[in-house]
Nanobody
């Protein structure tokens, strides 16, 4: 079992910045991908940013404003969010694709952290 704990979500004014954190713990041999998704009310969950072994990709809507980074030693992934606007309001979820000590490949989700951007 792999457990993800997210933090950093809060209410912020438009134009502001936030940094989200996600710490992974459990029976992890290695991590392939650490990613952030978000889900706004009435909308489908969407990929925001992902880091796959150092290769990053972003949703078009956040390119140039958000940055994803990993601390491999701490099994932690961060999402730096700048120039926030009300359209960024959503619950942000951490997702990890990993290989367990048993050799199996797993996919875990965090519980989500709320980001609210006021205009």
């Amino acid at each position: 079992q792999v457990h993800l704990v997210e933090s950093g979500g809060e209410l912020v004014q438009a134009g502001g910045s936030l940094r989200l954190s996600c710490v992974a713990s459990g029976s992890i041999l290695s991590i392939n991908t650490m990613a952030w998704y978000r889900q706004a009310p009435g909308k489908q969950r969407e990929l925001v940013a992902a880091d796959t072994s150092g290769s990053t990709r972003y949703a078009n809507s956040v390119k140039g404003r958000f940055g994803i980074s990993r601390d491999a030693a701490k099994s932690t992934v961060y999402l730096q969010m700048n120039s926030l606007n009300p359209e960024d309001t959503a619950v942000y979820y951490c997702n990890v694709i990993y290989r367990a000590w048993t050799g199996t490949v797993g996919n875990s989700w965090g519980q989500g952290t709320q980001v609210t951007v006021s205009s």
